[in-house]
């Protein structure tokens, strides 16, 4: 049960992460967009369907999911740039999936809202330097601080965690989340 829950293992952050990790982590989350593509086109609507244990989400309401947090780890980082003491917007996951949207619209749109901010979440990390990364939040509802660092291995780990949920709701061994970097 743990491996489907946690198909790439829990989330851990480390206390720090070196420029060349974070490098490494802007790489993986560059091919990310490529990886969903390869996996989802041409899947049956039987397919989209499929859910990786029983209860879970579908490959439909998992693709519209990793679009719509990707989006608001996007605007999590903004808000963190240009707020004082910034406290992580929360939503209700399992009610989000619950909508029309998530439950029946194509997931064409929500693969080309991921790959057009994952861009620009690349750029934007890219641009910052050592102390603006070093900023933090406040996530209520892992009741931690976050530097932006660790949001931004957050967010990667969270596109890799949906990655390997669809792999096994296809019936594929999921990929091993590994970044490496020369640290």
């Known amino acids: ?98 909508l029309p949207d998530s439950e029946q619209a194509p997931i064409q749109g929500s693969l080309l809202v991921f790959k057009g901010v994952n861009q620009r979440l690349i750029y934007l990390v890219n641009g910052l330097d050592e102390s603006t990364l070093g900023k933090t939040i406040y996530h209520p509802a892992r009741q931690i601080n976050l530097s932006l660092k660790q949001l931004f291995y957050m967010a990667t780990w969270h596109v890799a965690h949906h990655f390997g949920h669809i792999e096994l709701a296809l019936g594929k061994q999921p990929q091993e989340f590994k970044v490496n970097s020369d640290s």
């Open 1 to 98: 049960m743990e491996h489907q829950q946690y198909p790439i293992g829990r989330f851990q952050p480390k206390s720090d992460y070196t420029r060349p990790e974070i490098l490494a982590l802007l790489q993986w989350l560059e091919q990310a967009p490529a990886r969903y593509e390869e996996l989802l086109t041409c899947l049956s609507e039987t397919d989209l369907a499929q859910t990786y244990r029983p209860g879970s989400w579908t490959v439909r309401q998992l693709t519209h999911h990793v679009a719509d947090i990707h989006s608001l780890n996007f605007l999590r980082f903004k808000k963190a740039l240009t707020e004082l003491n910034y406290e992580a917007t929360l939503i209700q996951m399992n009610d989000w999936a619950a």
